[in-house]
């Protein structure tokens, strides 16, 4: 007897997942939903926003984390405002496939718009210290493997304590027997205080000159701890006032 098999309707994609917390006068919104369909109108729409060659192939279109003041400023973390930083028109990396890595870019992209230098930094040591945790999200905004010679991928977490909150924006690149990269930027903001620190910082090396274990070379975190800063920049974001002077609304986060 033949057999035949029944196939039922495809079941629709879940929607995305929204979570929200209150910090004081801010909200922080944490959305997440699926990868972006590798074809369709959903693909096409987002890359026409692009001026790239090509977009990485998982991309996370609709995940955001979002940091909203009551009066209206705030910070948005999301794909498609990270791709676009990127420059399109220069080649900053050649994959090392058939022959060794010539020359390693020592610029670290997506640091720009200064806002205020300061020589203030973030104290990683009380961030160390145990504290509840009322809020945290991992989220992934893109991946891609570089044509199987390595993988880039961009991610933003946050995590909220009863003093404060600290967000870790990190890029991740390695290029096989190239360069491993590690772009960092955080924010930390403690509760009454009317303003933020940010700080960026690149860290890289080429891989041929990592005397490390195989597997710590595809873990961001620990590279993070062992990798050379090729630079660095420290800013504090200070908050619009109510009635504040023109100079302070200017230099202030939007």
Avoid at 109 to 132: A, M, N, P, W
Avoid at 198 to 213: A, T
Avoid at 215 to 236: F, G, R, W, Y
């Amino acid at each position: 007897m033949a057999s035949s098999n029944v196939h039922g309707p495809a079941r629709p994609r879940a929607g995305p997942i929204t979570t929200q917390f209150q910090f004081g006068p801010w909200t922080l919104t944490a959305v997440k939903s699926h990868i972006l369909e590798s074809e369709g109108t959903a693909r096409e729409r987002f890359e026409g926003q692009l001026d790239l060659p090509q977009v990485p192939e998982m991309v996370f279109a609709e995940n955001v984390l979002r940091i909203q003041h009551t009066e209206g400023y705030g910070v948005e973390f999301n794909a498609l405002d990270a791709l676009r930083r990127v420059d399109p028109h220069h080649d900053h990396f050649k994959v090392a496939v058939s022959q060794a890595w010539k020359e390693a870019r020592s610029e670290c992209e997506h640091i720009q718009d200064v806002v205020e230098t300061t020589s203030e930094r973030i104290d990683l040591e009380k961030l160390k210290v145990r504290e509840k945790i009322h809020f945290y999200e991992d989220i992934v905004l893109f991946e891609d493997e570089l044509s199987d010679n390595g993988t880039s991928m961009m991610s933003v977490k946050i995590r909220v304590m009863p003093s404060s909150f600290f967000i870790l924006l990190r890029q991740f690149m390695r290029v096989d027997n190239v360069i491993v990269r590690v772009l960092d930027t955080r924010l930390y903001l403690e509760a009454e205080q009317n303003y933020m620190l940010r700080e960026h910082s690149c860290r890289e090396k080429n891989i041929q000159d990592l005397k490390v274990p195989a597997h710590v070379i595809t873990d961001p975190n620990e590279l993070a701890q062992i990798l050379p800063v090729s630079k660095e920049m420290n800013e504090k974001l200070v908050f619009p006032s109510t009635g504040g002077t023109k100079e302070e609304t200017d230099s202030a986060v939007r």
